[in-house]
């Protein structure tokens, strides 16, 4: 069994992400506690890495449908389950983006009833299409009573207005509600709530879900069952450029779209079909329409055009939104262009949420600090696309790929970042460090001695007449004068360990990425470096030493779990082999490779038994039978 | 009769207005709370199981759609980050969604296709907003900004291409003429925040509203002191509620306390049928235009079933 060597964090695949299958449970028993009236506990949850996003989407939806789950509960209650789900999650409540509206605004009824009693006396002016639905079916066919209507309508909606301004001067006083509630009463609250459920009788509740995993997380017996990855936002290649017409030049794609609609329904697609049918129809039904345009208003939508032209809705675009559109049709078009002349080869996922944030680099780099590379992936992508020479945009997003186990898609990122600024030592070094993943030694000496050509330090160790016909030893010469130079470089001592696993010198490789380690003792991806190298190198007691502080370091790095699996095999300890294979599939079940691994193992250790489970790819089996 | 297993939670069930044996389901990772989402394109086989025509991935849960009422192969889908997506079963899927339109600042909550004037749409959305669209424009025509807060849903009238209402968590029901620059009416239709509304197919001034109180209310516009009715027997909110295509005084809703039940609004006894063949909250239910009689539902339990009104949905 070969070691994936691990140059780089090789990750299998998009290993990185919160734990669903924990996340889902816990927003059950969130979900179903309303029906028990059971308090929910906040049990302490492993790091399920959360984004920010994220965390604003748990605290802001949940407490807005909490008030429909809830809806016998007291607020003081609402707010106690939602605190609890929150803070269970590590969730700050502090930022309320959404308050709870708790009851209807009493106010407002008064408001309400005043006004109705003030516009008692008339035919309700103030509803005027109701008074014309009306008189509408008694003299249909009568379009001046409508305009009539219309007329006095526009007339009297003094009313209205002054409703909405009472009523927006409510809702800014009205508090937020209950968020600073004392928890004690909260508690106090949901303890007396708890009994409520001995009182519910209906089978059904008492089968749900939700309500045998509140049970039993009331117990105790809360645990990580099969930490599922977050299916983040289809990165499967290919689409790039049509979700990113939709998302960044939407009318091109649409007006394709349109133009090839247009086609496969002949010449009488629907927008012909319509207008068609309208005229068909318009006469006898549409009354409303006819009347309307007796007013000089043909149609709303070029009464709204009038509107905006007017100013009436405060907006600046006066011109039709068309030339608008045809402008920035053109812009975009040109720019597309533009990247394509230059190296195209990227290829941008295909729903990007991070698309359109402020500061994507900033949440990139965040998500990348937790591990969460796949998200931080989108969210370069979503700088990159936002500020196409931002080389350290470039650069990240190369950096996560590479992490994230896609030196295709690293070096790509890597070499637009290296066009944007052709000297950036960093970059160069990935691409060193990828292609030589990648087995492509040329390349990977190139930029190695790019590198060194470019430090500042290293720069004239480097002749210039080199770099047209580089040899490994060579470069691997320069960087051992390097490495005398500055002994304390732990970087001169990583690209040493990368070039000898190139040559398969196994030895010298673990003798550097030691050195380096001494250096960087809490690099993670050196260790599993480190690590891959020992195993590759028939070390696997050592190998396993060295996976084992990359976990500790990054213990959601389901790469290095799978090691430790083949590191164990690759001494016929199959049994424990199978455990660190079935916590790495926990983590991702997606890792197929690992599945296969397992196959091996439960077959050399003898458990038939579990090969089946293994099969139908059954965690749940298998994690019960082989507990780590 | 048939059974669908999605992978995530139902939100949303609708027939298509040009094909009998066809229907989409909105859905969203847990419970639309946190994950991505899914639109699943269905289609029903006499006899045989439902198949899957068709299926589009989400970045976010998918909370509502709607047919479009002018093409057999157009759909718009509400997404929870706030986006608005058309997407062509006509076209690769590569070429989907054809249109996403961003412009709510909160979850886009509903979506309705305006059924007279047959290129245009309504969004409502928890940023207290509607917007206007229509299929050829690459933004909104106009928003309704009035409520104070998440508006759940809004529903065309089915008469008028002008007119419609929008419920409210503000506790209200507005019904909206597109030419004014105001509501034209506000209904303080519940007690609590109300879900769901829809129109009267056979009567354009009937409208009937759900609420967090667990009641369907229905009103008459002309004389809105009063509720014409007023229909008990859910015992959590009521999430959706619709008017029958084919008989006025009927209709259907749905409930977070996991039925679907059918009513007569017009006889004493209202409830005329209850099915609980849901396990979790019932959050989508539809009535088929094409074939009287049919139902559809959907719930958190990830099951849409499919139904003749007087059979067991479970039936095999």
């Known amino acids: ?628 | 009769m048939p059974v669908f297993k999605a992978p995530f939670n139902g939100y949303a069930v609708k027939f298509s207005p040009f094909f009998e044996q066809r229907l989409a389901v909105a859905t969203s990772q847990n419970f639309g709370i946190l994950g991505n989402g899914r639109l699943h394109v269905l289609d029903l086989s006499p006899a045989g199981p439902i198949s899957e025509f068709a299926a589009f991935d989400t970045a976010d849960g998918v909370y509502d759609l709607a047919w479009s009422e002018s093409h057999d192969s157009l759909l718009v889908a509400a997404v929870a980050d706030g986006s608005v997506k058309l997407y062509d079963l006509s076209l690769p899927p590569t070429a989907n969604p054809v249109r996403s339109l961003h412009e709510h600042t909160r979850e886009t909550h509903s979506v309705d296709y305006n059924p007279v004037r047959r290129d245009s749409f309504i969004t409502s959305s928890w940023d207290d907003t509607i917007k206007l669209w229509t299929i050829d424009r690459p933004t909104s025509v106009r928003t309704f900004k009035e409520h104070a807060y998440c508006v759940y849903s809004s529903a065309w009238n089915p008469r008028h291409a002008d007119v419609f209402a929008s419920a409210s968590g503000d506790c209200t029901v507005r019904v909206w003429d597109v030419r004014e620059p105001g509501s034209t009416m506000i209904l303080p239709a519940h007690e609590f925040e109300i879900l769901s509304c829809d129109w009267n197919k056979y009567d354009d001034c009937v409208i009937a509203t759900a609420s967090v109180d667990k009641t369907i209310k229905v009103w008459d516009v002309r004389s809105f002191r009063v509720p014409v009715a007023v229909l008990n027997g859910h015992s959590y909110a009521v999430r959706k509620v619709k008017f029958s295509p084919h008989r006025g005084s009927l209709i259907t809703s749905c409930s977070y306390d996991m039925t679907v039940c059918l009513w007569d609004y017009m006889v004493e006894d209202a409830l005329i049928g209850r099915y609980d063949h849901h396990t979790e909250f019932a959050v989508g239910v539809d009535m088929s235009v094409l074939v009287e009689g049919l139902l559809a539902s959907t719930g958190w339990d990830e099951l849409v079933y499919v139904w003749q009104h007087g059979t067991d949905p479970r039936a095999p």
């Open chain 1, 1 to 628: 069994m070969v070691h994936p060597i691990g140059v780089n964090t090789r990750s299998q695949s998009d290993l990185e992400g919160p734990p669903q299958r924990v996340l889902s449970s816990f927003l059950h028993s969130f979900v179903n506690s309303g029906r028990g009236g059971i308090p929910l506990h906040p049990t302490p949850l492993p790091v399920l890495g959360l984004s920010e996003g994220d965390k604003k989407c748990i605290r802001d939806r949940s407490s807005i449908m909490a008030r429909h789950f809830f809806a016998d509960k007291s607020e003081d209650f609402i707010n106690s389950q939602v605190n609890a789900l929150l803070s269970s999650l590590d969730i700050d409540n502090d930022i309320r983006a959404r308050g709870p509206l708790p009851g209807r605004f009493r106010e407002l009824d008064e408001y309400w009833n005043e006004s109705q009693g003030m516009l008692k006396p008339g035919p309700l002016p103030a509803d005027g299409w109701v008074a014309e639905y009306a008189q509408h079916r008694v003299q249909h066919g009568d379009p001046n009573a409508w305009a009539q209507l219309f007329e006095r309508q526009h007339g009297a909606n003094g009313w209205a207005s002054e409703f909405e301004h009472e009523q927006s001067q409510i809702a800014s006083l009205n508090p937020m509600g209950g968020a600073n509630i004392s928890n004690l009463a909260a508690m106090e609250q949901t303890r007396m709530l708890a009994h409520t459920l001995a009182q519910n009788n209906d089978p059904k509740f008492q089968n749900s879900k939700f309500l045998q995993f509140v049970s039993k997380m009331s117990r105790g017996e809360i645990f990580i069952e099969d930490n599922q990855v977050k299916p983040t936002a289809v990165s499967a290649p290919g689409d790039w450029a049509t979700e990113y017409q939709q998302q960044h030049d939407g009318g091109h794609a649409w007006a394709d779209q349109f133009v090839q609609d247009k086609l496969s329904h002949g010449p009488g697609g629907w927008v012909n079909e319509f207008a068609a049918e309208r005229e068909l129809h318009g006469s006898i039904e549409d009354q409303w329409v006819n009347e309307f345009s007796k007013l000089n208003v043909q149609d709303w939508a070029d009464e709204f055009g009038r509107q905006v032209g007017e100013g009436a809705l405060g907006e600046s675009s006066t011109d039709n939104w068309a030339n608008a559109y045809d402008d920035y049709l053109n812009e975009q078009v040109a720019s597309k262009q533009r990247s394509d002349t230059s190296r195209g080869v990227y290829e941008f996922s295909d729903m990007n949420p991070y698309v359109g944030r402020p500061n994507p680099l900033k949440e990139g780099q965040e998500l990348f600090r937790k591990g969460l590379l796949s998200e931080a992936v989108l969210a370069f992508e979503a700088e990159v696309l936002k500020n196409p020479d931002n080389a350290e945009g470039w650069r990240l997003l190369g950096m996560a790929h590479a992490e994230n186990d896609d030196d295709q898609q690293a070096i790509a990122a890597m070499m637009r970042a290296q066009e944007v600024d052709p000297t950036n030592l960093e970059v160069l070094l990935a691409l060193g460090v990828s292609h030589t993943n990648e087995l492509e030694q040329p390349a990977a000496l190139k930029y190695l001695y790019s590198w060194l050509r470019h430090h500042p330090k290293y720069g004239t160790l480097a002749q210039p007449e080199m770099s047209d016909s580089l040899y490994y030893a060579d470069v691997a010469r320069l960087f051992n004068d390097a490495a005398q130079m500055s002994p304390e470089d732990a970087d001169v001592h990583i690209v040493l360990g990368v070039l000898f696993n190139l040559s398969r010198d196994y030895d010298k490789a673990i003798a550097s990425f030691k050195t380096a380690l001494a250096l960087k003792p809490r690099d993670y991806s050196l260790w599993n470096k480190l690590g891959a190298t020992q195993a590759n190198s028939v070390q696997s007691a050592d190998a396993i030493e060295a996976y084992q502080q990359a976990l500790d370091l990054k213990p959601n790095y389901v790469r290095a779990w799978a090691n430790m699996g083949i590191s164990y095999a690759n001494q016929g300890m199959y049994e424990e082999s199978i455990r660190y294979y079935v916590r790495a599939l926990a983590m991702n079940p997606k890792a197929d490779n690992a599945w296969q691994y397992l196959r091996i193992s439960l077959s050399c250790a003898s458990r038939d038994d579990m090969v089946k489970a293994c099969d139908s790819r059954n965690l749940d089996i298998l994690q019960k039978e082989f507990p780590l």
